[in-house]
């Protein structure tokens, strides 16, 4: 079976930076797209980023553009979202995601439902 796993979730101050990663086990993710997403309380799960298989082409929603940044490490089956200059708006459980359709080219997509694998979420708290 398939597993993700995130850590490195915590709370930190508003302009503060936190680093998540998430483990995946039971897949090979070196053909697939991956995605960061989050869902703050009363709101819907939202896409935050997403990276194709070679880490090539990189996608973010317009919220946290330039102050995140995701990256993969196939070999180690990981992803990271490095977050930087954090707001409280930022906020939220935060997931990781696999697609398991093949990629083809351009972007990976950041709505929820393109993605087949999932963490359970890690708590990111900004305070002001």
């Known amino acids: 079976q398939v597993h993700l796993v995130e850590f490195g979730g915590g709370s930190v101050q508003t302009g503060g930076s936190l680093r998540v990663s998430c483990k995946v086990s039971?897949?090979?993710?070196?053909?697939?797209?991956v995605g960061w997403f989050r869902q703050a309380p009363g709101k819907e799960r939202e896409g935050v980023a997403a990276?194709?298989?070679?880490?090539?082409?990189?996608n973010y929603a317009d919220s946290v553009r330039v102050r995140f940044t995701i990256t993969r490490d196939n070999a180690d089956k990981m992803m990271f979202l490095q977050m930087d200059n954090l707001k409280p708006e930022d906020t939220g459980i935060y997931y990781c995601?696999?697609?398991?359709?093949?990629?083809?080219?351009?972007?990976?997509?950041?709505?929820?439902?393109?993605?087949?694998?999932w963490g359970q979420g890690t708590q990111i708290t900004v305070s002001s």
């Open positions: 039971g897949y090979n993710i070196g053909d697939n797209c």
């Open positions: 990276l194709s298989p070679g880490g090539g082409v990189a």
């Open positions: 995601a696999v697609k398991a359709e093949d990629y083809g080219v351009g972007f990976c997509p950041l709505g929820s439902y393109d993605y087949t694998y």
